[in-house]
């Protein structure tokens, strides 16, 4: 079946240490999202590729970055994580911008 | 600004007690709301998207419908199973070339 992948479903780093969070897909989408959802709050969107074509909200901190290295990756970069980094990760797909967002599992983030 | 309110937050229902969930929302110009359904832990799964006033869309004991100011997700005899949050977004061509803006869910719990 088509779908969306996150590795890993749970990551624990240390405050400040690096980590990178992994989203691929099989539906051949052109636009890839990374959300950040905290407990009982609405997803809220990071960033997203129109294909290579990289749109960061205004709102997302420099902390975050996100490469793409071709159609089916889609990786999410958090460069110094703090307390307030703890949440779950979702990776969305669409085919076009105005079609509907399929979601992957989410990874789960903890900071200690 | 696009809004999206969800009430209620919280809704408990006995199994068979059928309710419906109501997202209201200001935006101009709606291309098209969407409900997903979130269960614990994981990543929302898409359920519905209406495009224009009176359509409406079913699915096993769900149906939702869209009015010019809100939209209703219908629950059918409900059972357990169907216990989860679910969240209503809407997007617009104003709201950064299409992205979704969501409301804040509403946490169905359904007792046996």
């Known amino acids: 079946d088509a779908m969306v992948i996150q590795n890993p479903r749970y990551q624990v780093t240390q405050f400040g240490k690096p980590v990178t969070l992994s989203c691929s897909q099989t539906?051949?989408?052109?636009?890839m999202y990374w959300y950040q959802q905290k407990s009982s709050q609405a997803p809220k969107l990071l960033f997203h590729?129109?294909?290579?074509?990289?749109?960061n909200e205004a709102d997302t901190p420099d902390n975050f970055q996100s490469r793409r290295p071709n159609t089916s990756f889609c990786f999410l970069d958090i460069r110094s994580p703090g307390l307030g980094d703890a949440a779950m990760y979702l990776c969305?797909?669409?085919?076009?911008?105005?079609?509907?967002?399929?979601f992957g599992p989410g990874t789960r983030l903890t900071v200690l | 600004e696009d809004q999206v309110t969800q009430s209620p937050e919280a809704l408990r229902l006995q199994e068979g007690e059928s309710s419906s969930l109501n997202c209201s929302y200001t935006?101009?110009?709606?291309?098209?709301l969407f409900w997903y359904r979130q269960d614990p832990g994981k990543g929302p799964e898409f359920l519905f998207t209406?495009?224009?006033a009176g359509e409406e869309k079913e699915k096993e004991r769900l149906k939702a419908t869209l009015t010019k100011k809100e939209s209703f997700l219908h629950i059918t005899a409900p059972k357990p199973e169907d216990s989860a949050t679910y969240l209503c977004?809407?997007?617009?061509?104003?709201?950064?070339?299409?992205?979704?803006?969501f409301g804040g869910g509403t946490r169905l719990m359904v007792k046996p």
């Open positions: 969305a797909t669409s085919r076009d911008r105005v079609d509907t967002q399929y």
């Open positions: 539906l051949n989408h052109n636009v």
């Open positions: 590729y129109y294909d290579k074509d990289f749109n």
């Open positions: 935006v101009s110009g709606l291309r098209g």
């Open positions: 209406l495009y224009s």
């Open positions: 977004a809407v997007q617009a061509p104003d709201n950064a070339g299409n992205m979704l803006t």
